[in-house]
C-alpha cells in the first residue's frame, strides 16, 4: 500500500483510501486469509526537503514529526490491519541495488543529472491507465534536458550537496517509484498479490513500479491485482493542498467520530468519487445513531424461551451473513454490505418487543454475528 508523503498533516483524502483498506483486509481476514499488509511511508521526498528548509529543521527530523501524526490519526480512525510500516529511508542500499541491476539490465542509464528509466525499453508501459505511448509522453514532460527521451523516469536524482546518500552515480536521492518497489519486493519477492493506493497514483507511480519490478525480476506479474480508491472532492473540487480546501483528518474528528467517518466511507464503493459535505457527513451520523439504538434495544432485552421466535432470528441471522459476505464478495462492495447490516438492526429492533423476545443461545448467536460483521466496516458501536 502506498502510504503518505510524510511533510504534512493527513486529510481527509488519506482517510478514504486508508479506511477503504483497512474494510478490505479486515474483510479478507474475516474469511480466513493470512493477510501480510505492509504500508510504506514516503519520508524522502522533495517535498519534505523543500518544507524542511523553510522551517530550517532536518529532512528526516521533520519526516519523523510527521510520521507520528500520521499514526496518531491512523488510531484515532480505528486503522488497525497494518503490521508494518517501511520508510523508504531504511531501505537505501536496496533501492541502490535495484537502480544497478537496472542499468546492468540495459533499461537505465545514467546522464549528468542523475539515472533514468528507459520507457520504451518496457513496451507494455501505460497498460494499467490505458493510456497511449503519446499520451505517456505528453504527460510526463519533465524539465530535464539530459534525458534521452520526455516520458523516461528518475531513479536517481544527482545533488551537490545536503539531504542525501553516496551512490555509484554520486552523492543525491533515489526517485519515489523506485523507493516502493524497493520496499515491496524486498519484503513480497518478485510477485506478489495486492497493491492499493489512491487512483491519482495509477500513473505515472504504478505504471513506474511495473516496468521497474518487472524488468529487474523478468516475470510478470509484478502485482496480481490493482485496486485503486475513487477521488475525494470537496464542493466540486478535488481536495489538495495547492486549491486551500483541506481538511486534516484530526479537525474532522473533532466534529464526527471515527465510527461516523467510517460508515460514510464505507457508504461508497471503493472505486467510487467520494464527495465530501455536511449534508452528506450528518446523513452518516443519522444512519449510524439508529443502527445504534436498534441493537441496543434488542441487547438490553431479557432472553426468553421461545422456539417459534428464535428460529425466525436464527433465519435473518443466517441471511443477513449470505447477503454480507455476497456483497463483498463482489469487488467489497461496501455500500451493499452495510444495507444488509442496516436491514439487520431494524430485524433486531422488532425482537425488542415483549412478544418477539428470543432465547438466550439464539440472542448471543445473533450478538456474535452482528458483532463480527460491524467490526469488519469498524462501526461497532461502544
Ligand atoms: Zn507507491
Given at each position: 500500500m502506498c502510504g503518505p508523503t510524510v511533510y504534512d498533516y493527513v486529510h481527509l483524502g488519506h482517510a478514504r483510501t486508508y479506511i477503504a483498506f483497512d474494510i478490505i483486509v479486515r474483510y479478507l481476514r474475516f474469511?480466513?486469509?493470512?493477510?501480510?499488509?505492509?504500508?510504506?511511508?514516503?519520508?524522502?521526498?522533495?517535498?519534505?526537503?523543500?518544507?524542511?528548509?523553510?522551517?530550517?529543521?532536518?529532512?528526516?527530523?521533520?519526516?519523523?514529526?510527521?510520521?507520528?501524526?500520521?499514526?496518531?490519526?491512523?488510531?484515532?480512525?480505528?486503522?488497525?490491519?497494518?503490521?508494518?510500516?517501511?520508510?523508504?529511508s531504511d531501505y537505501i542500499p536496496q533501492i541502490v541495488d535495484q537502480i544497478s541491476g537496472l542499468i546492468a539490465k540495459g533499461v537505465a542509464y545514467e546522464t549528468n543529472t542523475g539515472v533514468y528509466f528507459e520507457v520504451k525499453k518496457y513496451p507494455k508501459f501505460g497498460q494499467l491507465s490505458g493510456l497511449s505511448r503519446e499520451e505517456l509522453g505528453l504527460r510526463r514532460l519533465e524539465l530535464c534536458s539530459s534525458k534521452k527521451n520526455p516520458e523516461d523516469?528518475?531513479?536517481?536524482?544527482?545533488?551537490?550537496?545536503?539531504?542525501g546518500w553516496d551512490s555509484p552515480w554520486g552523492f543525491g536521492r533515489p526517485g519515489w517509484h523506485v523507493e516502493d518497489t524497493a520496499i515491496s519486493m524486498s519484503n513480497f519477492g518478485d510477485t506478489y498479490d495486492l497493491h492499493g493506493?489512491?487512483?491519482?497514483?495509477?500513473?505515472?507511480?504504478?505504471?513506474?513500479?511495473i516496468a521497474q519490478a518487472e524488468m529487474l525480476s523478468g516475470k510478470a506479474p509484478f502485482v496480481r491485482f490493482w485496486l485503486h480508491t475513487g477521488l475525494l472532492s470537496i464542493g466540486g473540487r478535488k481536495m489538495?493542498?495547492?486549491?486551500?480546501?483541506?481538511?486534516?483528518?484530526?479537525?474532522?474528528?473533532?466534529?464526527?467520530?471515527?465510527?461516523?467517518?467510517?460508515?460514510?466511507?464505507g457508504s461508497f464503493h471503493y472505486r467510487e468519487p467520494v464527495r465530501i459535505s455536511d449534508a452528506g457527513l450528518e446523513h452518516a451520523r443519522k444512519a449510524l445513531e439508529s443502527f445504534s439504538k436498534n441493537i441496543k434495544a434488542f441487547m438490553e432485552t431479557p432472553p426468553k424461551a421461545n422456539g417459534r421466535n428464535s428460529e425466525k432470528l436464527e433465519n435473518i441471522i443466517r441471511r443477513t451473513e449470505i447477503s454480507?459476505?455476497?456483497?463483498?464478495?463482489?469487488?467489497?462492495?461496501?455500500?451493499?454490505?452495510?444495507?444488509?447490516?442496516?436491514?439487520?438492526?431494524?430485524?433486531?429492533?422488532?425482537?425488542?418487543?415483549s412478544a418477539f423476545r428470543v432465547d438466550e443461545k439464539s440472542k448471543e448467536r445473533a450478538e456474535t454475528a452482528l458483532h463480527t460483521m460491524s467490526n469488519v466496516i469498524g462501526i461497532l458501536p461502544d
Open positions: 474469511c480466513g486469509y493470512t493477510v501480510n499488509y505492509v504500508m510504506n511511508l514516503t519520508d524522502v521526498a522533495d517535498r519534505i526537503v523543500e518544507r524542511a528548509e523553510e522551517l530550517r529543521k532536518a529532512p528526516l527530523e521533520l519526516a519523523s514529526e510527521y510520521e507520528k501524526a500520521f499514526f496518531e490519526d491512523m488510531q484515532a480512525l480505528d486503522i488497525d490491519c497494518v503490521d508494518r510500516y517501511e520508510r523508504a523516469f528518475s531513479l536517481w536524482r544527482k545533488h551537490e550537496k545536503g539531504f493506493g489512491a487512483s491519482e497514483l495509477m500513473f505515472p507511480h504504478h505504471e513506474a513500479e489538495s493542498k495547492s486549491l486551500g480546501n483541506v481538511i486534516r483528518i484530526r479537525d474532522s474528528l473533532k466534529e464526527y467520530s471515527a465510527h461516523e467517518l467510517r460508515y460514510f466511507f454480507f459476505r455476497h456483497h463483498m464478495d463482489n469487488d467489497f462492495d461496501t455500500p451493499n454490505a452495510l444495507k444488509a447490516l442496516t436491514g439487520l438492526s431494524t430485524q433486531l429492533q422488532r425482537f425488542a418487543k
